[in-house]
């Protein structure tokens, strides 16, 4: 039953908002990959003087500026936090799955932020997971790292 007139109440939207099983207001904001992934964030982290870091990202600049300096002049662009915006909206899209399968990401490790509708969130948690996997073991023998273990959003 709707509104008398044709026109939509904010009781008819809230029925039909609820039909379709998304709770109102009981959603967290998503943050936005550019917000997680700042310059000064990269930069504290130090993660691109990594040689693992650098040998996985160089290839990917243009030829003749697969320098640590571009890298570190790609990163620290407008074009990359416009990037980084552009991928936050795709993943809150319906295209997420594509995204994921696109970067090699086991969506697995992304679920349970991906049932609360955060798939920024997924996505990273994808992404970490692809990073703790691949990670070399330690010396000794652990493959245990600084941080690991702890959820990517847990600080945002």
Same mark, same amino acid.
């Given at each position: 039953?709707?509104?008398?007139?044709?026109?939509?109440?904010?009781?008819?939207?809230?029925?039909?908002?609820?039909?379709?099983?998304?709770?109102?207001?009981?959603?967290?904001?998503?943050?936005?990959? +550019?917000?997680?992934?700042?310059?000064?964030?990269?930069?504290?982290?130090?993660?691109?003087?990594?040689?693992?870091?650098q040998a996985a990202?160089?290839?990917?600049?243009?030829?003749?500026? +697969?320098?640590?300096?571009?890298?570190?002049?790609?990163?620290?662009?407008?074009?990359?936090?416009?990037?980084?915006?552009?991928?936050?909206?795709?993943?809150?899209?319906?295209?997420? /799955?594509?995204?994921?399968? /696109?970067?090699?990401?086991?969506?697995?490790?992304?679920?349970?932020?991906? +049932?609360?509708?955060? /798939?920024?969130?997924?996505?990273?948690?994808?992404?970490?997971?692809?990073?703790?996997? /691949?990670?070399?073991?330690?010396?000794?023998?652990?493959?245990?790292?600084?941080?690991?273990?702890?959820?990517?959003?847990?600080?945002?």
């Amino acid at each position: 039953p709707g509104s008398a007139g044709g026109a939509i109440s904010g009781a008819d939207l809230a029925r039909a908002m609820a039909g379709l099983g998304v709770p109102l207001g009981n959603r967290p904001p998503v943050v936005p990959l +550019q917000q997680v992934v700042t310059t000064d964030a990269v930069t504290e982290a130090r993660v691109l003087a990594e040689p693992e870091v650098q040998a996985a990202l160089m290839p990917t600049l243009p030829e003749g500026h +697969q320098t640590p300096e571009e890298l570190h002049n790609t990163v620290h662009s407008p074009q990359f936090a416009a990037t980084l915006g552009s991928l936050s909206s795709a993943l809150q899209s319906e295209n997420y /799955n594509s995204i994921f399968a /696109n970067f090699g990401l086991d969506p697995a490790a992304g679920a349970e932020a991906m +049932q609360r509708g955060n /798939n920024v969130e997924a996505f990273i948690n994808a992404v970490q997971a692809q990073a703790d996997a /691949n990670r070399p073991p330690a010396s000794d023998g652990s493959s245990a790292a600084p941080g690991e273990g702890k959820d990517a959003m847990d600080d945002k």
